[in-house]
């Protein structure tokens, strides 16, 4: 089986961003990838798409970059500017 990979940077809202993606593109895999701005919470995918409306199937599509990885990436600055 083969797929294909589409990946589209936006520069709005994440939240609004996908909320279009879902509209538009309804039979892919949408995926979110969202600052969690703050400590990692179980419940962090499910009181989004409360907030957002979104089925809670969509959880399974929301990525969440924690703050050890902000930490990671503002450890080395030379580095992330190369």
């Known amino acids: 089986m083969r ?3 589409s ?3 936006t520069g709005g809202t994440p939240e609004r961003d996908f909320n279009i993606a879902l509209r538009k593109h ?3 895999w949408n995926i979110l990838v969202r ?3 703050g400590p990692w919470n179980n ?3 499910g009181s989004l798409c409360a907030k ?4 809670p199937v969509q ?8 703050e050890t990885m902000e ?3 503002h450890a080395d600055k030379d580095a992330l500017e190369r």
């Not at 959880?59 to 924690?66: E, N, P, R, Y």
């Open 59 to 66: 959880t399974d599509s929301i990525f969440w970059m924690v």
């Open 71 to 73: 930490s990671w990436f």
């Open 3 to 5: 797929c294909k990979v």
């Open 43 to 45: 419940e962090l995918p």
């Open 35 to 37: 600052d969690s701005e």
């Open 52 to 55: 957002q409306g979104w089925l």
């Open 7 to 9: 990946i589209i940077a």
């Open 26 to 28: 309804g039979a892919a």
